[in-house]
């Protein structure tokens, strides 16, 4: 049971704004959190390879698909980051990963809806990354080291990922008529379950409080999002695009954008299994693991007979 006077130092050095480190004391709660957050977070990025994967053999030119498949690599870095990260609160990987393929688990909503038309992949880099780099972008100052640290880096990747995006999307919008209508459809599609991305109102978000109080996230759900908002408004207009939420105003009180209600419906709905992809994606993630499993029995047999040799050697 953690005393008294171990969670009131604990909060000290977080309000000193200290890093926690792997090897620190720390409340069982907060280790909880963490590994929650960051496991579903890794799911997120292997599960968001999926829809932009997609499109990799039907690229429009060999630089286009040269850059997506960049992009995806780099998505399977962020997950293997992120489980590393998880794995430093002593969690097992494999565990995590089974949670989410047969458990509880959660992966971000977003990743749910279909890539219909390229300019998905578009809007995909401009709208879905410009989220997470808001998202990560916070997150690489969380309290936890390990968790800050990947983040980090990920933000470098991400600003590649949010910029060929918007570059190809204002292609698109320069375009032909049909190109135009193909990118506006796209940003119709994902706007609102973009904004989704950054969770339900901080009024519904039962972790928001103890994550803010732990450092883990420095900014709440509906702050985030209303930076993005800010944003994206500014980005759209500058390519000639609108936004699908004709509630769209500036407030000149508050100095930010007004927004149309979000369809949390639609949020829960996708968040608990029954969104337009959610099937599919995880048949295709449970069989890539199960298709997988030899090559994790050869790599953990080899490790085994290696320990066992270098045992006899010394
Ligand atoms: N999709 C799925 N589940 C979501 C969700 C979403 N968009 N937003 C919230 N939820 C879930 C939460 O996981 C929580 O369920 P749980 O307690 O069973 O885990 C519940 O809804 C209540 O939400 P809370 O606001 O209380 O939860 P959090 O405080 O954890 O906030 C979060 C949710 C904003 C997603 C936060 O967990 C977070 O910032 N996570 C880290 C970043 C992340 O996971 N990003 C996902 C996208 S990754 C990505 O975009 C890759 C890029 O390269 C394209």
């Given at each position: 049971m953690d005393?008294?006077?171990?969670?009131?130092?604990?909060?000290?050095?977080?309000?000193?704004?200290?890093?926690?480190?792997?090897?620190d004391w720390m409340p069982e709660r907060y280790r909880k959190q963490l590994i929650r957050m960051m496991s579903q977070h890794a799911h997120s990025e292997i599960v968001g390879m999926l829809p932009e994967g997609n499109w990799i053999t039907r690229a429009p030119s060999l630089k286009r698909k040269m850059v997506l498949l960049a992009k995806v690599q780099d998505e399977a870095g962020h997950g293997l980051?992120?489980?590393?990260?998880?794995?430093?609160?002593?969690?097992?990987?494999?565990?995590?990963?089974?949670?989410?393929?047969y458990g509880n688990a959660k992966y971000s909503s977003i990743f749910n809806y279909p890539t219909l038309t390229y300019a998905d992949i578009c809007v995909i880099g401009w709208l879905v990354d410009g989220?997470?780099?808001?998202?990560?972008?916070?997150?690489?100052?969380?309290?936890?080291?390990?968790?800050?640290?990947?983040?980090?880096?990920i933000c470098k990747e991400e600003s590649f990922?949010?910029?060929?995006?918007?570059?190809?999307?204002?292609?698109?919008?320069?375009?032909?008529?049909?190109?135009?209508?193909?990118?506006?459809?796209?940003?119709?599609?994902?706007?609102?379950?973009?904004?989704?991305?950054?969770?339900?109102?901080?009024?519904?978000s039962p972790n928001s409080a103890e994550l803010i109080k732990w450092a883990v996230k420095t900014k709440t759900n509906d702050e985030l999002r209303q930076h993005f908002v800010?944003?994206?408004?500014m980005e759209a207009e500058a390519i000639g695009i609108s936004l699908p939420d004709p509630?769209?105003?500036?407030?000149?009180?508050?100095?930010?954008?007004?927004?149309?209600?979000?369809p949390w419906d639609e949020f829960w709905s996708?968040?608990?299994?029954?969104?337009?992809m959610n099937r599919e994606r995880m048949r295709a993630r449970r069989k890539a693991y199960e298709d997988g499993e030899w090559v994790r029995e050869a790599a953990m047999e080899y490790a085994r007979k290696k320990k066992l040799r270098e045992g006899k050697a010394s």
């Open positions: 005393t008294q006077q171990q969670l009131d130092e604990f909060q000290k050095r977080i309000d000193n704004g200290e890093t926690i480190e792997p090897k980051y992120l489980y590393s990260a998880t794995e430093t609160l002593g969690a097992e990987r494999r565990e995590l990963v089974e949670d989410y393929l989220a997470a780099i808001v998202n990560q972008t916070m997150l690489a100052k969380s309290s936890y080291g390990p968790y800050a640290r990947a983040n980090l880096r990922h949010k910029k060929q995006g918007y570059e190809m999307l204002a292609k698109m919008a320069d375009g032909t008529p049909e190109q135009q209508r193909m990118a506006q459809d796209a940003v119709n599609r994902w706007w609102w379950p973009t904004l989704m991305m950054f969770g339900p109102h901080d009024s519904d800010d944003r994206m408004v509630n769209l105003k500036y407030n000149e009180e508050t100095g930010h954008w007004d927004f149309g209600d979000i996708v968040v608990k299994g029954d969104g337009p």
